[in-house]
């Protein structure tokens, strides 16, 4: 799931809008929707501002898990741990390119 997904998925259960929200943030509403659009990538002090608002995790936002508390080190492997890493230093459109192949790579098992 991308992140903006997520961004709309936690306002919405709160029966927010985004006009509310974007007035939390400091921004305007057009601005806020483009991150949920995924137009425009969400500064990490809103993202983090979001995550302390909504009460969930940053890797929760980011969509590494769909633990809403995030993810604990001591839970992952080291190897789990390093490809969260990488993953996180890709640009979007890598992320994107990763995830195909990550698919392609299951339908083939």
Known sequence: MAYYQRLR???????????????????????????ELGYSEIPFERAIMLAKYYNVSLDYIAGLTNNKRGLASSDLSESEQELLRFAA?????????????????????
């Open 9 to 35: 998925d936690l306002r919405e259960d709160m029966d927010k809008t985004q006009t509310e929200i974007a007035e939390y943030l400091g921004t305007t509403t057009q601005y806020y929707g483009k991150y």
């Open 89 to 109: 230093s890709l640009s979007k459109e890598e992320r994107k390119r990763l995830l195909e192949l990550a698919a392609l790579i299951d339908k083939i098992q």
